[in-house]
């Protein structure tokens, strides 16, 4: 009698379940009739929305992947309906869920979510992010929607950060997440070579056509335009590229010989294409710099001397080569052209106007002041407008030579805290760990100079995981030398 009455439940759910589906594809198919394809589009993602937030929430590590491989894609779906809908929403929606879900099974654990995080860069981000909650308030700046868009958008970010401390809190999670952004990161490169080999889809140059300043700033000499993959824009691609690249490289050079190091070969060559096609020049200084850093680290090294050659050479054939014809290595070859370079000296000459300003505003112009952003929240701003091109003249610009110096301090602690656990450890595999956080890290730091380089997905989902990565190897390290 149980039986049979399990059965009959087994066949009620399978019934309810045939219905649901069954209304839902003709709720779907009335709706496409009724207003169009893109409609079914979006109930569709509305559909596939419902379940990544249910999947999150119970399962945090899903919730934290997910919002990775949506960083990564979410550019596409918005070029495909470009004019119907942003979608940019999804992910902030995620990583709060995902946030929930962890605290939800702390709370069940009995066990809290900052447990095992007292740290030097921890307190130094406490410290920063008091300073952005008074900055929200910078009298300088009168827009109250554009304060409560920062707030919503920093808090997006510190919100990012827990998860990843929270997520990545084994070795064994923290190689996972490893392998987990080349694949996916090498994927991206390799539809960047796509898109040079092969050419932009349909909806791509759509896009691109549909704004005349788009097509101004991606076009190049042989009127193709730079690659951004699937991406937001050429210069976010190409420094993504340019980070992730060092980051394969260092499982190259300090990994075991294994046949692992073949696939990481294969993955730093899509994503060194991929950065050469997107044209960014500031993605060439931060991988040349990123290998400088490491050289430094590891100059004891035979690996290392090798590794100098190496780049010598290569570095030499790329710019004295005789090759004249090639759009990308001329592009390449102009990084290093400072005095051919019009838009360099146009971000001197920019800078060097804006120095007064930054000397009379201690904690800057307020927030959401500089650029397009500017003149939208904040119009008639002395900074609205103003191209600040660089992630550093930003933050000075906004938050002053007071905000400038807290964030300075801040990426020097992340980096010194990373280097000083990559000194006193002796496991291979963890300093390997540790060089693959600490070096993308200085690159995409450095990256800041030029461009504005931290703060959008999926580059977030780099920045800070490797931040959170450092601080959980120094715990997991501190707390097995406290058993020896």
């Known amino acids: 009698m149980k039986g049979y009455l399990s059965y ?82 999804t992910i902030e929606i995620l990583i709060y869920t995902t946030f929930a879900g962890l605290v939800f099974q702390k709370f069940f654990k009995g066990e809290s979510i900052w447990n095992n995080t007292a740290h030097p860069i921890n307190y130094v981000f406490l410290v920063y992010a008091i300073f952005l909650l008074i900055e929200v308030v910078n009298p300088n700046a009168s827009s109250v929607s554009g304060a409560l868009f920062f707030f919503r958008k920093t808090a997006e970010l510190f919100v990012l950060y827990i998860v990843s401390l929270n997520v990545l809190d084994s070795y064994k999670k923290i190689k996972f997440f490893f392998y987990f952004w080349i694949a996916i990161s090498a994927l991206c490169g390799l539809y960047g070579c796509y898109q040079q080999w092969i050419g932009f889809t349909g909806f791509e140059l759509r896009w691109i056509k549909a704004d005349d300043i788009r097509v101004a700033i991606y076009s190049l000499d042989n ?59 500031t993605a060439t200084f931060a991988v040349l710099a990123g290998v400088a850093l490491y050289l430094l680290m590891r100059i004891n090294n035979i690996k290392t001397l090798v590794l100098v050659v190496f780049f010598v050479l290569a570095l030499g054939f790329l710019m004295f080569a005789p090759i004249y014809g090639n759009v990308t290595l001329n592009r390449l070859r102009s990084t290093f052209k400072f005095s051919q370079d019009n ?35 904040n119009p008639g701003h002395y900074l609205a407008g103003f191209p600040s091109d660089s992630g550093l003249l930003k933050t000075a610009l906004e938050y002053g030579w007071i905000g400038l110096i807290l964030v300075c301090l801040l990426y020097f602690i992340i980096l ?17 760990f540790l060089l693959a956080s600490v070096i993308p890290l200085f690159g995409n730091i450095l990256a800041q100079y030029s461009q504005v380089a931290i703060g959008a997905s999926p580059e977030i989902f780099l920045f800070y995981p490797l931040i959170a990565i450092i601080v959980r190897i120094s715990k997991l390290e501190t707390k097995k030398l406290e058993n020896v």
Not at 358 to 366: E, Q
């Open 416 to 432: 010194q805290q990373g280097a000083h656990v990559f000194y006193r450890t002796k496991k291979p595999f963890v300093k390997m």
């Open 8 to 89: 009959n439940k087994n066949n009620v759910v399978n019934i309810l379940l045939l219905l649901l589906l069954s209304a839902t594809a003709i709720f779907i198919s009335i709706a496409i009739s009724k207003l169009g394809s893109n409609a079914g589009i979006l109930i569709l993602c509305c559909l596939i929305g419902l379940f990544l937030v249910a999947a999150s929430f119970f399962y945090p590590d899903f919730g934290f992947y997910s919002c990775i491989f949506l960083g990564f894609i979410i550019s596409v779906a918005e070029r495909i309906l470009y004019g119907v809908i942003t979608l940019d929403f």
């Open 343 to 377: 838009s360099y000296e146009v971000r001197n000459t920019n800078r060097a106007s804006i120095q007064p300003y930054i000397w009379s505003h201690p904690i800057g112009g307020g927030v959401m002041t500089t650029g397009t952003i500017g003149q939208k929240y």
């Open 223 to 281: 009127g193709s335009f730079r690659k951004f993959s699937s991406l937001t824009d050429p210069a976010a691609y190409g420094i993504l590229m340019g980070c992730s690249g060092l980051m394969a490289l260092m499982f190259i050079l300090e990994g075991p010989f294994k046949l692992k190091k073949i696939v990481f070969v294969i993955a730093l060559t899509f994503l060194l294409l991929g950065m050469a096609f997107s044209g960014t020049r």
